[in-house]
């Protein structure tokens, strides 16, 4: 077993340039491989980055009734409004363009599927103004709206991401005016889960889970003076 050892250290130390050119080629031939693979299989990859100064919900009753003729009961409008402010950013090595954002709660009512709590699913509305946040020399900062212009004089692009960069900015998610339980499921922090899915122009679809504080509409109005309000004035205007 020494012998075999020791012919074997002595072929390599008589060989360690034929080895070292071995090693060489095949290193040139892997990254050759892996570099045509990700030239063939590029993709775009999202990664989330959310910012607490103005991410949260409002959960407020509208003042309206609802009669359910076969339970024989009225029953109070309600309505929630969703805000989350997130830096999306590409890590990817493909550009994308965002196609749609979505925002999933969880509901109030009992489990179902299972066991599983039901999630309702939301589509980004126009906030109809931008938010603005609070400074404290008491100035307004004026936060962009992610995927839709702000106004008709909105030049950025507000969808598209490329490779290394990132989109900062602002969506906006508002209940259709609901009774019952389809009020979002507060957690005993005062906080409730919620679920952020972006689709892109390609069909790839990204979740990204966090958590979003309740606030008061009175405070909530504070960042938007429409929130809350959205769906009620676009079908004024209609």
Known sequence: MDNIFKNIIDWTNLNSGFLSLIIFLVTIFVGW??????????????????????????????????????????????????????????IGNANTTIDKIFLGYYTNGPKKYFFKDKIVWLPQWHSIEPFRIRLKDDSLLQVASLRMKDSAFDKDDKDKIEVGSSLVGAAYFEQPEAWGNLNPKQLEDNFTKVIIKIRDIYGYEYKFKTKLKSFTIEKARKFNPHFGNAQRITETTD
Do not use: C
């Open 33 to 90: 491989v892996s570099g045509a693979f990700n030239a063939l299989f590029k993709k775009p990859k999202l990664k989330i980055r959310f910012i607490g100064k103005m991410s949260f919900y409002s959960f407020y009753y509208t003042g309206d009734k609802h009669f359910h003729k076969e339970l024989n009961e009225t029953f109070d409008y309600h309505k929630t409004g969703f805000v989350v402010y997130m830096s999306i950013a590409n």
